[in-house]
């Protein structure tokens, strides 16, 4: 299974950007979807998750600002983000997660697409 995200760019604060990431593939379910990121000298931290079975999940630091969200027909993940600030600037990556036409597990990463927030 392969991802292709797009949509990060230089953004100033306050502003919006929309995250896309797309799976294709031999995929039967898609169980989980997500976006983390990594700002440079830090670690890897999940900024959100859709859980097929549980919901939607949000680091503290964006409630409120990003939405996370799913086009199980395009079997892509989407992540509005809104009021971004300097701190949100980062390499963002998405994850899929599920079964392949196979049933074997799968658990896939997108390339990462760099957000940049700054005036």
């Known amino acids: 299974v392969q991802l292709q995200a797009s949509g990060g760019g230089l953004v100033q604060p306050g502003g919006s950007l929309r995250l896309s990431c797309a799976a294709s593939?031999?995929?039967?379910?898609?169980?989980?979807m997500a976006w983390y990121r990594q700002a440079t000298g830090k670690k890897r931290e999940l900024v959100a998750r859709i859980l097929s079975d549980v919901g939607t999940t949000y680091a503290d630091s964006v409630k409120g600002r990003f939405t996370i969200s799913r086009d199980d027909a395009k079997n892509t993940v989407y992540l509005q983000m809104k009021s971004l600030n300097p701190e949100d600037t980062a390499v963002y990556l998405c994850?899929?997660?599920?079964?392949?036409?196979?049933?074997?597990?799968?658990?896939?990463w997108g390339q990462g697409t760099l957000v940049t927030v700054s005036s």
């Open positions: 994850f899929v997660g599920g079964y392949t036409s196979r049933w074997t597990n799968f658990g896939s």
């Open positions: 593939g031999s995929i039967a379910t898609i169980k989980e």
